[in-house]
């Protein structure tokens, strides 16, 4: 499991932090994981865990950093 306080300090981008999170729990969700047994089959955790320590590579594309408000044109 991840401590709160790692979470709580983390200095980089949360949003980018969540997205990441995000994909990589649904990657674990279809593909599976060989940590998923130490974590009890708690996905979300795992990859919580996985992308918090750089454990994994990834990247977000540039496009997919704003939201739908910013793509729209409604937040300046």
Known sequence: ????????DFTGNRYLLAKA???RARQINFMGDEDLEKFNGKIASLALKQVLYSEI????PEGETK??????????
Not at 1 to 8: A, K, L, N, S, T
Not at 68 to 76: A, L, M, P, Q, V
């Open 67 to 76: 939201s739908r408000e910013e793509k729209s044109g409604k937040i300046t």
């Open 21 to 23: 999170v995000m994909i």
């Open 1 to 8: 499991m991840v401590p709160v306080y790692e979470i709580v």
């Open 57 to 60: 590579k990834y990247y977000i």
